[in-house]
């Protein structure tokens, strides 16, 4: 089991930030940026290329989720970033879907390096 689906089943605690039925929102272990939250679906989606038409409401929402998390930590006006990093060539760690949302300070324009 992957450490995400660990903290949907509180077999390892999290910082939360928000919570509902579908997604769960956490604080990153390892900020990469003065806010840095993870936007967790908590039905286990692993390969984004492999999302099927019935789990794109999912995909949808997780967007909606992402937007209430920068409201709720007050970043929607002085901006934030959203990454999903897929497979080894973008670090990827965890084999959970997962948006990862930063803001906090200027993030400069190279989304690559
Ligand atoms: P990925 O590289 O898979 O897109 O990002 C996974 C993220 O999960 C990393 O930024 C890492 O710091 C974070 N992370 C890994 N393990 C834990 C954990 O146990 N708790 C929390 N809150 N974040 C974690």
């Not at 929102?25 to 679906?41: E, F, G, N, S, T």
């Not at 970043?75 to 803001?103: D, S």
């Amino acid at each position: 089991m992957d450490i995400f689906c660990k903290i949907i089943n509180r077999e390892l605690s999290a910082e939360v930030v928000i919570e509902d039925k579908d997604f769960i929102v956490i604080k990153d272990i390892h900020p990469a940026a003065p806010v840095h939250v993870l936007i967790i679906p908590k039905k286990h989606l692993d390969i984004i290329h492999e999302i099927s038409h019935e789990e794109l409401d999912i995909l949808g929402k997780m967007f909606v989720v992402a937007g209430q998390a920068a409201k709720k930590l007050g970043v929607e006006k002085t901006g934030y970033r959203l990454i999903l990093n897929q497979g080894p060539n973008a670090g990827q760690l965890v084999p959970h879907l997962h948006l990862h949302l930063l803001a906090g300070k200027p993030l400069g324009s190279k989304i690559a390096s």
